[in-house]
C-alpha cells in the first residue's frame, strides 16, 4: 500500500467500525462500503485527535497497530485476523491471527501481535517486547489468550471453538510477531535488522516461523503521524 491517501481511507473506515468492509477489500472483494453516521464520524474523529496538551503516543500507537493488522490481513487473507481495538491504550493483546487446519479443525497457528510506534526501537523491544513474550511463553495470561481466541472464533460458526482451541496449550502454535518502526537507515538492512531483533531466539525457542519481525522505516516518526492522522481526519470529514 503505497498510496497515504489510501491508507488514510483504510484507517478512517476501521476507526469508523468498518474493519469488516476493509478485511474484503485487502481480500479482493469489490464492495460498496455500509452507510455510517454523524455520530460514527465524530467519535471516529475523535479517536485520532489528540487533546490540548496530551501526548501523541496513544494516537500514534494506534494508527500503528491499524496498520500492522491491515498488513496482516492483506498477507494473510484467509487467516482470522483480530480487528484494532477502538479503545486506546488498550491493556490486551496488539493483535491476534488464528489460522485453522482444515483437516483437524483445530487451531495450527495462533500469532501474537506486539505494534510498537517508537523513535527508540531497539531500547523498546529489550525492555519491553522481550519481558512480555517472556512471560508469554512461560505460560502467562494463557487465560487471556484462550478467551481472546475463543471470541475471535465465534466469527467462523462453521468451526467448533471448544476443539479449535485445544492446540494453544503448546508452544509451538504460539507464534510472534513483532512490528515496529524504526528511523534510521542502519536497522534497514540485513545486518541491522539482525542486530535490531537480536535475542529473539531466546525467547521464543524452536523454529523461525515462531519469531516474526517487520519493520516500518519512517524519518521523523511523529510528524508523520500527524499529518497522516490529519489525512484521515480530512477524509472522515468529507
Not at 38 to 51: D, E, F, H, N, R
Not at 57 to 63: A, T
Not at 83 to 102: R, S
Request: charged share 25%.
Amino acid at each position: 500500500m503505497q498510496d497515504e491517501t489510501e491508507l488514510a481511507e483504510r484507517i478512517a473506515r476501521v476507526a469508523l467500525g468498518q474493519s469488516r468492509h476493509v478485511a474484503k477489500i485487502l481480500a479482493g472483494l469489490n464492495n460498496s462500503p455500509p452507510p455510517s453516521t454523524k455520530a460514527a464520524q465524530a467519535a471516529a474523529i475523535k479517536l485520532l485527535t489528540v487533546p490540548e496538551g496530551k501526548e501523541t503516543w496513544h494516537r500514534d500507537g494506534w494508527i500503528f497497530q491499524t496498520m500492522s493488522w491491515l498488513v496482516a490481513t492483506q498477507a494473510s487473507p484467509s487467516s482470522l485476523t483480530r480487528a484494532p481495538h477502538m479503545i486506546l491504550a488498550h491493556k490486551g493483546f496488539d493483535g491476534l491471527q488464528l489460522e485453522i487446519d482444515q483437516t483437524t479443525g483445530r487451531v495450527s497457528t495462533a500469532v501474537i501481535f506486539e505494534d510498537k510506534a517508537t523513535s527508540n526501537p531497539r531500547q523498546t523491544i529489550t525492555g519491553e517486547v522481550w519481558p512480555e513474550f517472556k512471560l508469554l511463553e512461560s505460560g502467562d495470561r494463557e487465560n487471556v489468550l484462550t478467551a481472546d481466541v475463543s471470541a475471535l472464533l465465534c466469527t467462523r460458526p462453521d468451526v467448533d471453538p471448544d476443539k479449535a482451541i485445544e492446540n494453544i496449550i503448546w508452544k509451538q502454535v504460539r507464534h510472534y510477531r513483532l512490528s515496529i518502526t524504526v528511523g534510521s537507515q542502519d536497522f534497514t538492512s540485513d545486518e541491522g535488522r539482525k542486530q535490531l531483533f537480536k535475542g529473539y531466539d531466546d525467547i521464543a525457542i524452536g523454529d523461525v516461523t515462531r519469531r516474526r519481525g517487520e519493520i516500518f522505516y519512517v524519518e521523523k516518526l511523529r510528524p508523520w503521524m500527524k499529518a497522516l492522522a490529519g489525512k484521515t481526519i480530512s477524509f472522515l470529514s468529507s
